[in-house]
């Protein structure tokens, strides 16, 4: 079964500690891996997409990497405004499932000054 | 800008009473989802549309229903048979097709309260 599991749950930090967020997958065929960010009472934002295993994007103060089975999300020097909640989510190669992003539980991420 | 409305933000209905809620992208894109947020639940996809005047069931389809007659919108009415329709709805859209990662982008969600 398609599976998507996210740790910690609940994170917090210093403001400037870095620290990373896992998310384990396990697909038949991965299309492409998603982290999005989500803030209390608005729509997830867009962060990045991963492809293929080794592969690395960053923005600001995140980087997101892949391998075969997981993904990480790492954050260096975090400041007060990256909390929020942040989603992983995938997508798989099977025909008729196309479309549909299987989600984890999220990581709620706290930075305190 | 381009991207995905939902309106209204709130809305409060009484049981027993439809409710349909707006989702409307100017992104060009093929695809439309509805999902359900509750808390400490994930997000738990509604529907789904991969082309006009087409549509799938999700993973909690039942009290709900959809319609896709334009490739922008894809409202969503929410029934009187839903058991417990007080949520936090999302809307989304992607690109569709074989080439494509399915990337989803999300609107603004619409929170319902049912009393």
């Known amino acids: 079964e398609d599976q998507v599991t996210q740790s910690p749950e609940a994170l917090r930090l210093q403001e400037g500690e870095s620290s990373s967020l896992n998310c384990s997958y396990t697909v038949s065929g991965l299309r492409g891996l998603f982290w999005y960010r989500q803030d209390p009472g608005k729509g997830p934002e867009f962060l990045f997409t991963l492809y293929s295993a080794g592969e690395e994007k960053e923005k600001e103060r995140l980087k997101a990497t892949l391998t075969k089975k997981e993904s990480f999300l790492h954050i260096t020097a975090p400041k007060p405004e990256d909390s929020a909640t942040y989603l992983c989510a995938v997508s798989t190669l099977v025909y008729n499932q196309g479309g549909k992003l299987i989600f984890g539980q999220g990581t709620e991420l706290s930075v305190k000054p | 800008d381009g991207g995905i409305t939902q309106s209204p933000k709130y809305l409060f209905r009484k049981e027993g009473q439809n409710v349909t809620l707006s989702c409307e992208q100017n992104?060009?894109?093929?695809?439309m989802y509805w999902y359900r947020q509750d808390p400490g639940q994930g997000l738990r996809l509604i529907y789904y549309s991969q082309i006009v005047n087409d549509f799938q069931k999700g993973d909690i389809a039942e009290g709900y229903s959809v319609s896709r007659e334009k490739k922008e919108s894809f409202p969503l009415t929410v029934t009187s048979a839903q058991k417990n329709p007080t949520a936090f709805y999302l809307c989304a859209s992607s690109i569709a097709g074989p080439r494509s990662s399915y990337e989803q982008y999300f609107g603004p969600g619409t929170r319902l309260t049912v009393t």
């Open positions: 992104l060009n894109h093929d695809a």
